[in-house]
């Protein structure tokens, strides 16, 4: 049996997504998404934050639609890279590669 790099969170979007131009020259949409879960060692709600990243399919339609406040649906796999790889001080971020995405709810303060 193979392993499975399959995740799905749904949360809402820190602050508006931001573009920027990825090592193949292709856009990218980058946004944060809090999830919250009950800890229940601690008896209470806490927020994680997700890195999320938008290529391919689903860019047009998430830039155009994706605002700080919505509540969306991510799908996709969990990738990772480095920051300072010939430093001391390396560092592996993990994101999700978000392949499929949707709007629950649009953030009330913009309706």
């Known amino acids: 049996m193979s392993d499975i790099n399959n995740v799905t969170y749904s949360g809402r979007v820190g602050k508006d997504?931001?573009?920027?131009?990825?090592?193949d020259n292709k856009e990218e949409l980058k946004f944060s998404l809090a999830v919250k879960f009950y800890d229940f060692v601690e008896k209470?709600?806490?927020t994680v934050w997700i890195r999320c990243s938008i290529?391919?399919?689903s860019f047009?339609?998430?830039k155009k639609n994706i605002k700080k406040g919505d509540l969306v649906y991510v799908q996709g796999k969990t990738k990772c890279f480095e920051i300072n790889p010939e430093e001391?001080?390396?560092k592996v971020?993990?994101?999700l590669?978000?392949?499929d995405v949707r709007i629950l709810a649009k953030n009330k303060t913009q309706e």
């Open 17 to 23: 997504p931001e573009i920027e131009t990825n090592k």
């Open 44 to 46: 209470c709600e806490k």
């Open 55 to 57: 290529c391919g399919n």
């Open 60 to 62: 047009e339609y998430a």
């Open 88 to 90: 001391m001080t390396r």
């Open 93 to 95: 971020v993990q994101y």
């Open 97 to 99: 590669d978000v392949s």
